[in-house]
């Protein structure tokens, strides 16, 4: 079987600007509507911006690697442009990442890894499920490629049951026999690809 993971530190770079830049256009579109409720129960649109930054600053500290934000600057998630905001923060991000940095070697829970692949198999296909899900919750439209979801697809099996322990993902949800690639994925990853925001009023 063909892999379609990024297996490069210049293409797991690559893949996660693209995947910040396709979030930052959806808060382009979502704005100001930054506390309509999303799939992540409990989380509004800011909150999911909170928690991709949050997890991606823990991974940098994690290894040494500078925060892209200064010491006493706001949190991205609390900007009034979050587009602007997350693209910046983003930008950040993958000035830090350089080869050398993704190339670092440790222990992670399934065992030896890199920084470049845990990046690769957890925060580029977080930012593309987060992405689906303020689009959701503001009506907008977003879906990846077959070959997109299928990359992730190999990514969510290699995790086994794991893929649903706490703080992962939520248990399994059905769909469609017809389902596209990309809805199954959401499906193996706890969303329904059917949700839709709760009317207002």
């Known amino acids: 079987m063909t892999s379609h993971r990024a297996t490069t530190p210049q293409q797991i770079r690559s893949d ?3 995947r910040a830049e396709r979030l930052a256009v959806v808060l382009d579109d979502a704005g ?6 999303t799939p992540c129960d409990g989380w509004t649109v800011r909150d999911v911006v909170r928690h991709a930054v949050d997890t ?3 991974l940098l500290a994690r290894h040494g690697l500078a925060s892209p934000l200064a010491p006493d600057a706001p949190h991205p998630a609390d900007a009034e442009d979050l587009a602007a905001s997350w693209r910046a923060w983003a930008a950040g991000v993958a000035a830090v990442v350089d080869d ?10 399934f065992g030896p890894t890199t920084v470049g692949e845990t990046l690769r198999d957890f925060y580029t296909w977080d930012l593309a499920v987060h992405a689906w899900d303020v689009a959701r ?3 907008q439209a977003y879906a990846l490629s077959d070959a997109e979801a299928a990359a992730h697809e190999e990514t969510a099996a290699a995790w086994g049951d794991a893929l ?18 990309w809805e199954r994925l959401l499906g193996r990853l706890g969303r329904d690809p059917g949700w839709s925001a709760p009317a207002v009023g």
């Open 164 to 181: 649903y322990a706490e703080g992962v993902c939520a248990g399994p949800v059905p769909v469609a026999a017809d389902a596209s690639a």
């Open 32 to 37: 100001p509507r930054w506390d309509a409720p």
């Open 137 to 139: 919750a503001t009506g």
């Open 16 to 18: 996660y600007v693209d």
């Open 100 to 109: 050398e940095a993704l190339a670092t070697t440790y222990d992670g829970f």
């Open 56 to 58: 991606e600053g823990e």
